[in-house]
């Protein structure tokens, strides 16, 4: 990938490419619910969640969305003086409300000042065509990105961590997404239980199949307060968890069977230390796995897309 200066297309030249600056994504806590978790479709949740590993301390749902983003603002803006926001709509399912609440929502957010555009994170089973066609709309105007949890592409997975919706869902629901306006985005989760190497890999010869633009990607985490971390307590044998080296190892195999057009948002996500059970990576950062990600793919001659089928 010359232009990138990587192996595979990473979001940091995507964002360079489309908006010429530095753009950055403000988190937001509405106080979604979500369709498993308040009895529409299931009880308790997907049994790895725990919604606080990955929201920022000033993603407060009893705060007005304007606050949040300006609070979010204030904060990033000591660093970097001169940059533009997308506004992150990432706790629960972002989309699981009536359509004017909704509507209402993302006005509010788009009305803040250098704020362009919206990213919002939901669930295949949570999107209407309505929505849709209003994302279209808003996507004449500002950057919108939809991205669904995707997390497993074997049925039996999602069964086993309680997800409530099949694969065949998530194929359904983008290809209703298909050639509109905004981004498709796509998150999986690598090493659930009762998941081989070649299930996993598969992953990406699967989800390059879908119309999407982005990927997030991140090894499984047994987190506090989850139904998951009573299974790891009483069975933890049913658990495969990498270690940082053999993540890095897999991925570098994972890239190359990916679709080349599709950016790699990111490739690991770093739960809270006291929310952590497992497993144990000694705190290493992001931006190590991913120099040491870089690295590996270089001395292997390893590239995103050197391995897979075009159809």
């Known amino acids: ?118 990213v919002i994170g939901t669930r295949p089973d949570c999107i209407s065509k309505e929505i849709i066609e209003y994302l279209d709309f808003l996507s004449k105007k500002y950057f919108i990105s939809l991205e669904f949890g995707v997390e497993s592409t074997l049925n039996k997975t999602l069964e086993k961590v309680n997800r409530c919706h099949s694969f065949e869902d998530t194929i359904a629901t983008y290809q209703l997404c298909k050639n509109k306006g905004f981004h498709l985005g796509a998150h999986l989760i690598l090493g659930l239980p009762g998941e081989s190497k070649e299930d996993l890999l598969n992953h990406a010869i699967e989800i390059s199949k879908l119309p999407i633009k982005t990927l997030k990607l991140h090894h499984l985490q047994i987190v506090k307060k989850s139904i998951m971390a009573n299974q790891y307590k009483q069975n933890p044998e049913d658990f495969n968890l990498f270690t940082s080296e053999s993540y890095i190892d897999f991925i570098t195999e994972f890239i190359s069977l990916l679709r080349p057009d599709i950016v790699i948002e990111r490739f690991i996500s770093e739960a809270p230390s006291d929310l952590l059970i497992a497993p144990n990576w000694n705190r290493i950062k992001n931006f190590e796995i991913v120099s040491k990600i870089d690295k590996k793919l270089e001395t292997e001659n390893i590239w995103q897309g050197k391995n897979y089928q075009y159809l």
């Open 1 to 118: 990938m010359k232009f990138t200066g990587k192996r595979y297309l990473d979001f940091s030249s995507f964002i360079k490419l489309n908006f010429g600056e530095r753009v950055q994504k403000i988190s937001l806590d509405i106080g979604f619910s979500c369709p498993n978790k308040d009895g529409s479709k299931g009880y308790g949740g997907c049994t790895y969640c725990n919604n606080d590993t990955f929201n920022p301390d000033y993603c407060e749902p009893q705060k007005k969305i304007k606050q949040q983003l300006e609070e979010g603002i204030l904060r990033f803006s000591k660093k970097y003086k001169s940059q533009k926001y997308l506004a992150y709509f990432q706790a629960y399912t972002n989309t699981y409300s009536d359509f004017e609440s909704l509507k209402k929502m993302y006005e509010e957010a788009l009305s803040v000042p250098n704020v362009i555009g919206l």
